[in-house]
């Protein structure tokens, strides 16, 4: 009788598809110099070098990568369009257009612009190409090479800089405005901050995407904060469901340096936010609040790291969301504390509120503490909404609907009174009133 062997087929590697041969056709397109496509071709041997992102990690355990395809994935290549009261506006929009009310931020006049910097890579390579190389040096040198973060940086869309020069007092917030509006597109846009010694600024990224859009979204953020500054940071993604979004953050703090960040996350199939906040030097500290909504099939996958590297340091991390539909979440925060670094104080918490039926929840708050004379806490909470307590407000003629909102605002509410700085707050609470709003008009 003869023997049937019947192979397994080889699913391949999930980044294959971003091929040597692509690389150079999304550098053709591009006007960058070149010491930003040496830049980038870095990135790309990194990349192909770094190991592959699977369920086998810790980090990725729980990601959907069958939702996650780079198969048939054009990249966009575009620059930042410049508009008045330190606005860039992205793919998507052009000047002349209209950002939405809901991301309105208050203007202020009275700028020392002759201090400030703040445009695309190209053009920072002719007016601060000394502190954009130093600084994507600095970045490249302290976090680790993660693929997804090396990818966004070899197949750049746009970049855009803000370098603020030491003893500088910024009064206007500077605006980023990216809108994925493409079909089956690689979307890279990559941001670099760098706030010199005794300065202050504020930056705000708003990304969302058309109804017609999908694809990928890649994209990164690095932070470099100096000795004695303090840096204000906004960033939401409102996408729709047909978009993928892999977002890295990582921040770099001096000498006293602070860092106060406020973020919302929604929509998307695949969603993955990395958040990578490194306490470099004694006194500096970070304040992170963040809130992730889902309503349909959202997979987000949250990963934090709080790292303190030296003593008499401080974070403090509040994450928290809501979950409706079929959507998942699965958040892994580590805070990791040095030997060496004594009197560290940090702080990490996730809250999940479950509405509906049919919703999964995986967290995993870890510490990693090398240092006997340290503060650390950390918790993750899972709740869910029971049929009564729904029924309860349907008997008072509130639709289906409108409860989930009114459930998901009173409960995430409780992030609010934690943000400190005022810009922050409005901006938050204008942003998240608009997602809610969206959500109860279906």
Request: net charge negative; charged share 25%; glycine share 6%.
């Amino acid at each position: 009788m003869a023997e049937v062997v019947i192979k397994r087929k080889d699913k391949g590697d999930l980044f294959d598809p971003l091929s040597e041969e692509l690389f150079n056709e999304s550098l053709s397109s591009t006007h960058s110099g070149d010491d930003l496509i040496k830049w980038q071709r870095e990135s790309f041997k990194l990349a192909q070098a770094a190991a592959t992102p699977t369920n086998k990690d810790e980090d990725f355990k729980y990601v959907n990568f069958r939702q996650l395809k780079f198969d048939g994935l054009k990249p966009v290549a575009a620059d930042w369009n410049s508009a008045k009261q330190g606005k860039l506006l992205a793919v998507g929009i052009s000047a002349a257009d209209a950002v939405p009310d809901e991301y309105a931020v208050e203007q202020v006049q009275g700028d020392p612009e002759s201090h400030i910097f703040f445009g695309s890579f190209d053009q920072a390579m002719v007016d601060r190409k000394d502190q954009l190389l130093k600084a994507l040096d600095l970045i490249k040198a302290e976090f680790p090479a993660r693929k997804f973060a090396l990818f966004a940086h070899a197949f750049l869309s746009q970049g855009a800089f803000l370098h603020v020069d030491k003893n500088t007092e910024e009064s206007t917030p500077r605006q980023l405005f990216t809108r994925i509006a493409d079909s089956s597109c690689l979307h890279s846009p990559a941001t670099l901050a760098v706030v010199e010694e005794n300065a202050r600024a504020s930056l705000v990224w708003d990304i969302d995407s058309a109804e017609s859009a999908d694809g990928l979204l890649n994209g990164t953020m690095d932070v470099i904060v100096k000795s004695g500054s303090h840096l204000n940071l906004l960033v939401t993604q409102h996408l729709t469901s047909s978009v993928n979004s892999i977002s890295t953050i990582r921040v770099y703090l001096g000498r006293d340096a602070q860092l106060e960040m406020a973020m919302i996350n929604s929509g998307g199939k695949v969603n993955q936010m990395e958040i990578d906040v490194k306490m470099a030097d004694r006194g500096s500290s970070a304040l992170i609040n963040g809130v992730y909504v889902g309503r349909e099939r959202e997979n987000f996958n949250l990963l934090t790291h709080q790292h303190h590297r030296v003593g008499n340091t401080g974070s403090d991390l509040f994450y928290i969301g809501t979950l409706s539909g079929k959507s998942s979440s699965n958040y892994l925060g580590k805070i990791t504390i040095d030997p060496g670094a004594q009197q560290s104080d940090a702080y990490q918490k996730n809250r999940n509120l479950i509405l509906t039926r049919g919703c999964t929840v995986n967290s995993s708050p870890k510490l990693e503490i090398s240092a006997n004379d340290v503060r650390c806490s950390h918790g993750a909470t899972t709740a869910k909404v029971s049929d009564l307590e729904m029924y309860y407000l349907q008997s008072r003629a509130i639709d289906y609907n409108t409860a989930k909102v009114l459930l998901s605002d009173g409960f995430i509410s409780q992030v609010t009174p934690r943000i400190k700085a005022k810009l922050l707050r409005d901006g938050f609470e204008r942003r998240l009133e608009a997602l809610l709003s969206r959500w109860g008009g279906r």
